[in-house]
């Protein structure tokens, strides 16, 4: 598979989309997103550039696929329960559609937004949580920093939190 399009629709994810479905049956996702395959590349590419700084070249598509399919021939097992855990984790989160403001500067109550309905969890979602599961079994240390270029906000605090939900699949 050359491209992520063509990878997020194969038979080959389709299956691993079916065994994460077993193993979390309340799983809601969203119809397919154009906008999928562009933001996996980016978290892909992210990484890359978190590990080796921008010395190298950017990645292909092509390359983002072999590593992400390699990672789960390697380590499939506790990688889905990973991503179980972590979309355990994201379901229970509060967030807040307007974002972070500092202390006199947050929105008037006529001015937030409000969040109308939960759509669920895109079908790139396993991918783009393999980037995260290396990262925090593999470069600890360089989490919160993939998490800043990714623009989370509360990017330290957040990389403790996911290294807590990485903790409780070891247990």
């Given at each position: 598979?050359?491209?992520?399009?063509?990878?997020?629709?194969?038979?080959?994810?389709?299956?691993?989309?079916?065994?994460?479905?077993?193993?979390?049956?309340?799983?809601?996702?969203?119809?397919?997103?154009?906008?999928?395959?562009?933001?996996?590349?980016?978290?892909?590419?992210?990484?890359?550039?978190?590990?080796?700084?921008?010395?190298?070249?950017?990645?292909?598509?092509?390359?983002?696929?072999?590593?992400?399919?390699?990672?789960?021939?390697?380590?499939?097992?506790?990688?889905?329960?990973?991503?179980?855990?972590?979309?355990?984790?994201?379901?229970?989160?509060?967030?807040?559609?307007?974002g972070e403001f500092r202390e006199g500067e947050e929105l008037n109550e006529g001015d937030k937004s409000e969040v109308v309905e939960i759509?669920?969890?895109?079908?790139?979602?396993?991918?783009?949580?393999?980037?995260?599961?290396?990262?925090?079994?593999?470069?600890?240390?360089?989490?919160?920093?993939?998490?800043?270029?990714?623009?989370?906000?509360?990017a330290a605090k957040f990389s403790s939190q996911i290294k807590k939900v990485y903790a409780s699949i070891k247990n």
């Amino acid at each position: 598979m050359k491209t992520i399009e063509e990878f997020l629709t194969s038979d080959w994810y389709k299956k691993v989309t079916a065994e994460l479905v077993q193993l979390k049956p309340d799983i809601k996702f969203v119809e397919h997103a154009n906008y999928e395959a562009e933001l996996l590349m980016d978290s892909y590419r992210e990484r890359m550039y978190t590990l080796h700084g921008f010395g190298i070249s950017s990645p292909t598509e092509e390359e983002c696929v072999q590593w992400i399919m390699e990672q789960l021939a390697q380590d499939k097992e506790n990688i889905m329960s990973y991503v179980v855990a972590r979309l355990t984790f994201s379901e229970q989160l509060e967030d807040d559609p307007d974002g972070e403001f500092r202390e006199g500067e947050e929105l008037n109550e006529g001015d937030k937004s409000e969040v109308v309905e939960i759509l669920g969890f895109t079908r790139s979602v396993i991918a783009d949580t393999v980037i995260e599961y290396d990262l925090v079994k593999n470069h600890p240390k360089l989490l919160t920093g993939y998490f800043k270029r990714t623009r989370i906000p509360g990017a330290a605090k957040f990389s403790s939190q996911i290294k807590k939900v990485y903790a409780s699949i070891k247990n």
